[in-house]
């Protein structure tokens, strides 16, 4: 089993333009979720999909911010137009509903600098 | 929410046991207490999930007295690789995963 896979893994750009976070979740799992993490705020919650249906997204910070979940197997996350304070380390999970626990199988996470 | 409170930071020696302990108060009937573990650079990871009373697994140990109101996560013998932070969880994904806030955790150093 690959994981949970992330792309890139470092981005780097400047303010104003356009990003986008890739995530192919694990096989079989029907659960999404986008998180953020910083030093200040810790690892929040963005917004999290069941069967590729958006659930809750009253994470995601404003507007700027949207994701999409086209199929079972892909997932982005995007920023348009980008800032410096939404530099960060995004992250990918997935789990199966059915697995009886709380468990989230993270991804690597994509380490975003916007300068 | 179940609101959770866990120490900033804690520190130890190798061979010792550690235990962090977590409380979350407002817990309600419905909710487990998960933690996680957190390497730097990488995503966090599942370590030990529970409702009442005692879990144990290969990793570690989780003790949750009758009123539920607090937890304490047992890693017995700890090595310079389980530093990390450590992430207690309160809240049922039947529920909504939104419940389940990691917060900033405790940051544990393990020191020769």
């Known amino acids: 089993d690959a994981g949970v896979i992330q792309s890139p893994r470092h981005e780097v750009t400047e303010m104003g333009q356009e990003v986008t976070l890739r995530c192919k979740p694990i096989s079989g799992h029907d659960y999404l979720f986008w998180y953020r993490q910083t030093m200040m705020r810790g690892l929040e919650l963005l917004i999290y999909f069941n069967n590729n249906v958006p659930i809750d997204d009253s994470g995601m910070p404003e507007d700027r911010f949207s994701a999409k979940m086209p199929n079972a197997s892909f997932s982005t996350l995007k920023i348009q137009p980008s800032e410096p304070r939404d530099s960060a380390v995004y992250f990918c999970?997935?789990?199966?509903?059915?697995?009886?626990?709380?468990?989230?199988?993270f991804g690597p996470g994509t380490r975003l600098t916007v300068l | 929410l179940a609101k959770t409170t866990q120490p900033i930071s804690m520190d130890s020696y190798e061979g010792q046991e550690v235990n962090i302990t977590c409380s979350h108060n407002n817990i309600a009937t419905n909710d487990y207490i998960t933690w996680y573990q957190q390497f730097p650079s990488q995503g966090p990871r599942f370590i030990i999930q529970g409702y009442k009373t005692k879990v144990t697994n290969e990793v570690a140990s989780l003790f949750i007295p009758a009123d539920r109101k607090s937890s304490t996560l047992s890693l017995p013998r700890v090595s310079l690789s389980d530093t990390a932070v450590y992430y207690c969880?309160?809240?049922?994904?039947?529920?909504?995963?939104?419940?389940?806030?990691f917060g900033t955790g405790t940051r544990l150093l393990v020191s020769p």
């Open positions: 999970a997935s789990t199966r509903g059915t697995s009886g626990r709380n468990e989230q199988f």
């Open positions: 969880l309160v809240g049922d994904m039947n529920t909504g995963f939104q419940k389940l806030v």
